[in-house]
C-alpha cells in the first residue's frame, strides 16, 4: 500500500503551485480584456505580425493569453523572473489622498519601473532597432502586460505598497485594497457580461468606436505624436492613471475605513475601471499598429 506521503505530496504540491501570488498586477481577467481590445484595433498586416512573434504557441498567435506571461515568469527562476517583479509598477513618493504625483527622478530614478519598462521594450520590438526575433518576442509580451498595468491605480502609488498592506472588507471578505482594485472589482463587473471576458472587451470597444469614450480616445493616444513617444506616452499615461488616487482611490478608505467596499464604493469605480481598461487596450493596439507598421 502506498504510503500516506506518497498520495499526499503530490497534492499539497499542486496546492502550493496553484496558490494565487499575493503580490499582484491587474488580474488575468482586466489583461485579457485588454488584450482582447487591443487585438481588436490591430489592422490585418499587424495582427499577422504579432502571431509570426509569438514562439509560444499556446498564446494562439493572439494578445490576450500573452498578455498574462509576464505575471507568469515574475515569481519564477529564470532568465525573466524575480528581477522583472519592480517592472509591474511605479511607487510614487507622493502622498495620495492629499496630493498625487509622479516624478521620474524622485520615484524612478533607475528606469526600473513601469514607465521605464514600456519605453526599454517599446524600443526593443521596434525592428528599425535590429534586436533578434526572441527579444522582440518577449518585448512585446512585456508589452501587452504593462500596457494594462500602467492604467491600474495602484499600480502607480507608492503608499503602502500600492495599497496591498490596507486590508479592507469587499463583499463581506476581508481583502487588501491592491486586490480588490486588481482582481475583485474586474471580477464583479465581469458578471454583467456573463463573466466572458470577450463581451466585456466587445462592449468597451464600441464604446470607443462608436460611443461614450470616442472623442476623449484620441486624447489617450495623442503623446504618439511626439517624437519622443517611446519615453514620453508611459509617462503621460502614468501621470493620467495616478491621479485616480487622488482623491477617488483612498477617500472612502481614509474616511470610513470600516465600509464594505462591495456597495457604493464599486458602483462609483465602475466606470473607472471601464475606462481604465478600455484606455490600456486602446493605446496597446493603436501603439502596435504603429510600432510593427515598419518594414525592416
Ligand atoms: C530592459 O530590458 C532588458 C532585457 O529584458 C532588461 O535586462 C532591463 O532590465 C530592462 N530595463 C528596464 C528599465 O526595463
Ligand atoms: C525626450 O524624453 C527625455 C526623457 O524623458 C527628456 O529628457 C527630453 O527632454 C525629451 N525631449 C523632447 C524633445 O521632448
Not at 105 to 110: G, H, N, S, T
Not at 120 to 128: I, S, V
Not at 165 to 179: K, M, P, S, W, Y
Not at 183 to 208: G, H, P
Request: proline share 5%; with cysteine; glycine share 8%.
Amino acid at each position: 500500500m502506498k504510503s500516506f506521503l506518497t498520495i499526499l505530496l503530490p497534492i499539497l504540491l499542486t496546492s502550493f503551485i496553484t496558490i494565487p501570488s499575493p503580490v499582484n498586477a491587474w488580474g488575468a481577467e482586466a489583461h485579457k480584456t485588454i488584450g482582447q481590445i487591443a487585438q481588436n484595433f490591430l489592422k490585418p498586416d499587424i495582427a499577422r505580425k504579432v502571431a509570426a512573434l509569438f514562439q509560444d504557441k499556446s498564446f494562439g498567435g493572439q494578445l490576450p493569453l500573452a498578455s498574462l506571461w509576464a505575471d507568469e515568469v515574475k515569481h519564477r527562476r529564470g532568465p525573466f523572473g524575480v528581477w522583472s517583479a519592480p517592472l509591474h509598477f511605479l511607487d510614487t513618493l507622493d502622498d495620495p489622498g492629499r496630493s498625487c504625483s509622479v516624478d521620474m527622478e524622485r520615484d524612478c530614478p533607475d528606469a526600473k519601473c513601469v514607465v521605464g519598462a514600456i519605453a526599454n521594450y517599446t524600443t526593443q520590438l521596434d525592428c528599425a532597432n535590429g534586436y533578434d526575433k526572441f527579444t522582440r518576442d518577449i518585448a512585446l509580451r512585456f508589452l501587452a502586460h504593462f500596457f494594462g498595468d500602467i492604467t491600474q491605480p495602484l499600480h502607480v502609488c507608492g503608499r503602502e505598497k500600492g495599497g496591498n498592506e490596507v486590508i479592507i472588507t469587499f463583499d463581506g471578505q476581508r481583502e487588501n485594497l491592491h486586490a480588490i482594485w486588481d482582481t475583485q472589482m474586474v471580477e464583479k463587473r465581469l458578471q454583467d457580461f456573463e463573466s466572458d471576458f470577450v463581451q466585456y472587451s466587445d462592449f468597451l470597444t464600441k464604446n470607443i468606436q462608436n460611443g461614450e469614450y470616442t472623442s476623449e480616445s484620441k486624447d489617450w493616444v495623442s503623446c504618439n505624436n511626439s517624437p519622443n513617444s517611446t519615453t514620453l506616452c508611459p509617462l503621460t499615461w502614468a501621470i493620467d492613471t495616478n491621479a485616480i488616487n487622488c482623491p477617488f482611490v483612498w477617500d472612502t478608505v481614509d474616511k470610513n475605513p470600516n465600509i464594505d467596499l462591495g456597495g457604493g464604493y464599486y458602483s462609483d469605480a465602475v466606470p473607472i475601471i471601464d475606462k481604465q481598461i478600455a484606455k490600456g487596450g486602446y493605446r496597446l493596439g493603436v501603439f502596435l499598429n504603429l510600432i510593427l507598421s515598419k518594414s525592416c
